[in-house]
C-alpha cells in the first residue's frame, strides 16, 4: 500500500501547466454539484435573511411590511434568547457526553468475541432506528409515565417513591431519552475505531507487562481519539437540531425551550414569520462561530489535515 | 474478512431503513389531486374519538357519493391548529375540509379565509340550520354569516367517581363551588387514588382552558373593557394560586404530562377521584366498551365562586378553506357529517352514546339517546343553555368567548403564560414571578387592540 503510493508521487512529474490543467477536469466534474448544493443550500438562507426583516404576523397578512432590524432587536433584548441558548448547550452537550461515554462502554464490551454478538449488536443499535418522534412517546407512556412507567414500576420494586418526571426533571428527561437514542449512534463509530487498532501492538503491549487499564490508557484511547472527535461532532450536529422529544413531552418547559424549540414556537404558535426568521439567523451565525472556533482548536483531525494541506 | 461483511450488511440495512424512512414521510405528505374523475377530499382534524367514529362512518357518505373519496389526516390538537394555521394563511391549499375550533372561526371568517357556508346551508331545507345550538352558531359566525358549522359542541363539567364518594363518605351538590371540591379533593387523595385531575400540560387550550375559567369565576380576567391586561390583578393571583395549590394538594401526579386524553386515562383506570374537564369526556366514560368505570360516574356543574355558572363553550367545527378546489364536493361532506342523519348512522352503527352532543337541539329530544346518554345529556343540555359567552366573568369584556380570548395574539400569550405557570406547578418559581412575567406579554397583545 505504502510503496504504490510513493511510487505514484515520486513517479514521473507532469509539467507545471499540463497538471493545471488536467486538474480542471475534476474540477469541472464537480461543478454541477458544487452549483446544485450552493442553490440548494444558500437560496433557502437568503430568503429566511429577508424574511428576518419583515413584520410579517400570518394572522395579520394585511399588514406585512419591512421593519428592517427590529425583529434582531426582539432577539437580543428580549428574554428568550440567551435561556435558549443556555438549554441548547446544558441539553446538547450532556447528551453528546453521555452517550459517548456509555456508547465507549458499550464499543468495549462489543469488541470482544462472544456468542450472540451479532444479535447483542444489533439490539444494541435499535434505539437509533427508532423514529424521534416514536420514541418520545414511548418513554411519555411506556417507560416515565408516573402511574404506569417501567423506571416508576423498577423505582416501586426498590421501595423508593414514584418520580414525576416530566413535571419535575424536564431537564434531566430530555437528556435520558436522548442519551439512550444517541448511544448507539456513538458506539457504532467507536466499535469501528476499536476494530480498527492492530491487535499486535495490543499484544505486544501485554507482553511487555502493560495491564489492560494502561493498555487502554495509553495505547486504545489515543488511538480512538479522531474517532471520539468525529462521534462528538456529528451527534452535536444531531443533536442541536433535536425536536421531537420537546414538542411532545415537556413542552419547553423548566429549561428546556431549545434554539430548535423557540423557532418553532414563534413560528408556529406565535405565528410570527419575520421573528422566527431572526431567530433562525442568529441561531446559525452562533453555531458558525461556535463550530468554527471548535474545529480549530479542539479536534485534531481537522488541525492535522490543515498541516498537511499546507 | 467475516466481521467486514458483517459490517457492509449493517450498514446497507441501516441505509434502506432510512430511505424507507424519509419516503414514508413523503407518502404522508401529498394528496388532495383528483385522479381520473374521483374527487379526493384531504380532511385534516383533530384525533378526538368523534373525528375517529366520522373517519369510521365515512364509507357511507362514499358510497352515497360515487367520485367523492375523503381522506383523512389526524393529529393531535396543537399540532393540528399550527399545521392548518400555516396551511391556510399561506394559501398552500393542502386541505378541503378542516376542523376548526371556535376560537379561530370568527378571525379567520373575518381575514377572509374561510367559505361562507350561508347559502349553500340555507338552499338546503332538510338540513335545518335553524336547529344547531344557538349559542354555538353565534360564537361561529360573523356578521351573522356562518363560516363554519359545528360537529360537536362542549362546555366544561366536574366529574365525579360515585363509588369513592361513597366510600369516602360524603356527598357533592349539583352547583359546586370550588372551596367545596378543594375540601372533597383533600378528603379523597388517597395513596390509590388522586382527588382530583386538572389539566397541566402547557399550552393554551390545555392548562389554560380550564384555569381561565378559574379565574373568570374568581373575579379575575385577561383583559378589562379596554384591552388593558389584567395578569397581575389580585383575583388573577388568586386563582391561579388556588389552582396550583389544588395540584399540589390533592391533584394526580406529574400534572405537566396531563391535558385532556391523559386525565380521561386516570379517570377511567380509577386513579383520580374528580376531573374538571370538557363535558364531552362523559359520553367516552359512560361507553361500556371502552370504560370501566362507566356507570360509577355522577357529572355536576362546573365549580364557581363568585359567578353563577363556570363552564366553558367549545365546539369543533367543519370549515371549508378559500383554498380548495373542490368546493362542492367539501359542502356535500361537511353536511352530511353535520346533519341529522349522521346522528341517526352514528347512533345505529356504532352506539347512542357516540352520537356527537353539544351541536343540535334535537339531538336531545332523540328517544333513543336520550335513553342512552340519561347520564349526562341533560347537564349538557342545561350547562350549554346557561352559559355566557358575552360576559362569563364578574365584569364585562370586550370579546366574545369564555377560556380564550378572541384575538390572534391570544394563543401565543396563553401558551407562553401556560409555561411560566407549569414552572410553578412544578415549584421552580412562585406564581407571583409566573403572573409578572405574563402580564407584560398579554399587555403587548391588548396594546394592538387599541390602535
Redesign the interface.
Known amino acids: 500500500m505504502t510503496a504504490t503510493m510513493q511510487s505514484r508521487t515520486t513517479g514521473a512529474r507532469p509539467r507545471t501547466a499540463e497538471r493545471r490543467r488536467a486538474s480542471w477536469v475534476p474540477r469541472g466534474l464537480v461543478l454541477p454539484a458544487l452549483i446544485f448544493s450552493i442553490l440548494l443550500t444558500q437560496i433557502p438562507f437568503v430568503v429566511t435573511i429577508v424574511f428576518s426583516l419583515l413584520n410579517w404576523?400570518?394572522?395579520?397578512?394585511s399588514e406585512i411590511q419591512f421593519n428592517w432590524f427590529h425583529n434582531y432587536v426582539v432577539v437580543f433584548t428580549g428574554?428568550d434568547f440567551l435561556p435558549s441558548l443556555f438549554s441548547t448547550v446544558t441539553i446538547t452537550g450532556t447528551s453528546v457526553l453521555l452517550s459517548l461515554l456509555i456508547g465507549l462502554g458499550f464499543a468495549l464490551l462489543l469488541d470482544r468475541k462472544f456468542v450472540g454478538r451479532?444479535i447483542a449488536?444489533t439490539l444494541i443499535?435499535t434505539p437509533f432506528?427508532v423514529?424521534p418522534a416514536a420514541a418520545a412517546l414511548i418513554w411519555?407512556w411506556s417507560m416515565l409515565?408516573?402511574?404506569v412507567g417501567m423506571i416508576n414500576y423498577g423505582l416501586h420494586l426498590l421501595g423508593l417513591p414514584?418520580v414525576?418526571?416530566?413535571?419535575?426533571f424536564?431537564v434531566a428527561t430530555i437528556i435520558i431519552l436522548l442519551t439512550w437514542q444517541f448511544t448507539p449512534f456513538m458506539m457504532l463509530i467507536l466499535l469501528?475505531g476499536l476494530?480498527s487498532q492492530n491487535r499486535d501492538i495490543l499484544e505486544a503491549a501485554s507482553v511487555d507487562g502493560a495491564g489492560p487499564l494502561r493498555t487502554f490508557r495509553w495505547m486504545t484511547l489515543p488511538h480512538l481519539r479522531q474517532y471520539i472527535e468525529i462521534a462528538a461532532l456529528l451527534g452535536t450536529i444531531m443533536l442541536l437540531q433535536v425536536f421531537d422529544p420537546i414538542a411532545i413531552?415537556?413542552?419547553?418547559?423548566?429549561g428546556t425551550?431549545t434554539l430548535s424549540y423557540l423557532l418553532y414556537?414563534r413560528a408556529?404558535?406565535?405565528?410570527?414569520i419575520g421573528e422566527a426568521a431572526a431567530f433562525g439567523v442568529v441561531t446559525v451565525a452562533v453555531t458558525m462561530v461556535v463550530a468554527t472556533l471548535a474545529l480549530r482548536t479542539l479536534f485534531r483531525v481537522f488541525i492535522e489535515g490543515n498541516v498537511r494541506d499546507a | 474478512m467475516k466481521?467486514l461483511i458483517?459490517?457492509r450488511r449493517?450498514l446497507s440495512s441501516?441505509v434502506i431503513?432510512a430511505t424507507a424512512?424519509v419516503l414514508a414521510g413523503c407518502a404522508g405528505a401529498g394528496g388532495g389531486a383528483s385522479t381520473g374523475g374521483t374527487v379526493q377530499l384531504t380532511l385534516a382534524t383533530v384525533d378526538n374519538p368523534q373525528m375517529k367514529d366520522m373517519e369510521q362512518l365515512k364509507g357511507t357518505f362514499e358510497k352515497e357519493n360515487p367520485g367523492i373519496k375523503v381522506n383523512f389526516v389526524q393529529m393531535e390538537e396543537g399540532d393540528l391548529r399550527?399545521a392548518v394555521?400555516?396551511d391556510v394563511?399561506?394559501g398552500a391549499g393542502q386541505y378541503d375540509i378542516v376542523t376548526v375550533g371556535a376560537y379561530e372561526v370568527p378571525?379567520w371568517g373575518a381575514?377572509g379565509w374561510l367559505t361562507d357556508l350561508t347559502p349553500a346551508l340555507k338552499a338546503d331545507k332538510s338540513y335545518d340550520v335553524g336547529d344547531l345550538f344557538p349559542p354555538v352558531r353565534d360564537a361561529l359566525s360573523v356578521k351573522g354569516d356562518l363560516y363554519a358549522v359545528p360537529f360537536y359542541g362542549e362546555s366544561s363539567i366536574l366529574m365525579y367517581n360515585k363509588t369513592m364518594f361513597a366510600k369516602a363518605g360524603i356527598t357533592i351538590s349539583d352547583h359546586p363551588t370550588w372551596q367545596e371540591v378543594a375540601a372533597d379533593a383533600k378528603v379523597l387523595n388517597t395513596p390509590d387514588h388522586a382527588g382530583i385531575c386538572l389539566r397541566?400540560?402547557?399550552?393554551w387550550g390545555d392548562l389554560f382552558a380550564p384555569l381561565t375559567t378559574v379565574v373568570q369565576t374568581f373575579g379575575g380576567s385577561w383583559y378589562d373593557n379596554n384591552w388593558n391586561a389584567q395578569v397581575d390583578s389580585p383575583q388573577f393571583a388568586d386563582a391561579v394560586n388556588f389552582y396550583v395549590n389544588l395540584l399540589k394538594d390533592a391533584g394526580e401526579?406529574?400534572?405537566?404530562?396531563n391535558s385532556f386524553t391523559e386525565c380521561l386515562n386516570?379517570v377511567n383506570?380509577g386513579?383520580v377521584a374528580m376531573w374538571y374537564d370538557a363535558s364531552v369526556a362523559a359520553s367516552i366514560l359512560e361507553d361500556p366498551k371502552t370504560s370501566k368505570v362507566a356507570g360509577q360516574m355522577g357529572y355536576v356543574h362546573a365549580p364557581v365562586f363568585k359567578t353563577k355558572e363556570s363552564g366553558w363553550l367549545w365546539s369543533w367545527n367543519l370549515a371549508i378553506p378559500k383554498t380548495t378546489k373542490h368546493v362542492d364536493a367539501a359542502t356535500k361532506f361537511v353536511e352530511w357529517a353535520t346533519s341529522k342523519e349522521y346522528e341517526q348512522l352514528v347512533g345505529k352503527t356504532l352506539g347512542w352514546t357516540r352520537v356527537p352532543p353539544g351541536a343540535r337541539t334535537s339531538t336531545y329530544s332523540i328517544p333513543e339517546y336520550k335513553k342512552a346518554a340519561a347520564a349526562f345529556a341533560p347537564i349538557t343540555l342545561d350547562v350549554m343553555k346557561s352559559v355566557n359567552p358575552k360576559q362569563p366573568g364578574v365584569n364585562p369584556q370586550p370579546w366574545v368567548g369564555i377560556q380564550y380570548v378572541t384575538i390572534?395574539?391570544f394563543?401565543?400569550v396563553g401558551?407562553q403564560c401556560a409555561?411560566f405557570v407549569?414552572?410553578a406547578?412544578?415549584?421552580?418559581s412562585t406564581v407571583g414571578d409566573a403572573l409578572a412575567?405574563c402580564q407584560p406579554i398579554a399587555q403587548a397583545a391588548g396594546d394592538k387592540q387599541k390602535k
Open positions: 404576523n400570518q394572522l395579520r397578512p428574554p451479532g449488536r443499535i432506528l423514529m411519555k409515565d408516573v402511574n414514584p414525576s418526571w416530566n413535571t419535575d424536564p469501528a476494530q413531552m415537556t413542552k419547553g418547559t423548566g425551550k414556537e408556529f404558535i406565535g405565528l410570527n | 466481521s458483517t459490517k449493517l441501516v431503513l424512512t399550527a394555521t400555516a394563511a399561506s378571525q381575514n397541566g400540560k402547557p399550552g401526579a406529574d400534572p405537566v404530562s386516570l383506570s386513579k390572534p395574539e394563543q401565543d401558551n409555561q407549569a414552572d406547578i412544578a415549584g421552580r412575567k
